[in-house]
């Protein structure tokens, strides 16, 4: 078993030591009841039980947008010049 080497580790065809960490941004599935525990729905906006939402965090936890679907998710990081990479 080999040790996890970030030099061999590869993202979408480009390795991590070519990839700006400031401009690396994640891309979270939430649930609806915790985006509201997060304050990321605004109050009296009313969205169906079972919501799933698609948040944009920059590498440092804070939310930078959020949406229905995650192909949109990571095409507003592509559009900000993010590097976007998924959480589970």
Known sequence: MSDFNNENFEADGASFRHMNPARIAYIKPTGLEEARKQGIIPEGIQLPEGTRLYVLHAVDGRVLGFT?????????????????????
Do not use: C, I, K, R
């Open 68 to 88: 229905d679907a995650w192909a949109s998710a990571y095409g507003a990081a592509l559009q900000n010049e993010l590097t976007p990479v998924s959480v589970h």
